[in-house]
């Protein structure tokens, strides 16, 4: 099973991204990203151990449901 989260080809981007670059993505501060997963109203997101990770198409669909 291939881990999306290794280096990729250029000019691909990898699906899963960490909160750092989940927040590179929205253009929003990584505190806001921890604000609003704290009350539940920031783009879906889960954790593998201990990191917080976000799919990318679901940032996408997040941002598409609030314009």
Avoid: K
């Avoid at 290794?6 to 929003?28: C, F, K, M, N, Y």
């Amino acid at each position: 099973m291939p881990d999306h989260t290794v280096d990729h080809a250029v000019g691909q981007q990898p699906d899963l991204l960490t909160i750092s670059e989940a927040a590179e993505v929205l253009r929003a501060p990584v505190a806001t990203l921890r604000y609003w997963r704290h009350l539940g109203t920031g783009p879906r997101s889960f954790r593998r151990g201990r990191r917080v990770l976000y799919r990318r198409e679901d940032l996408y669909a997040w941002v598409d449901a609030r314009r």
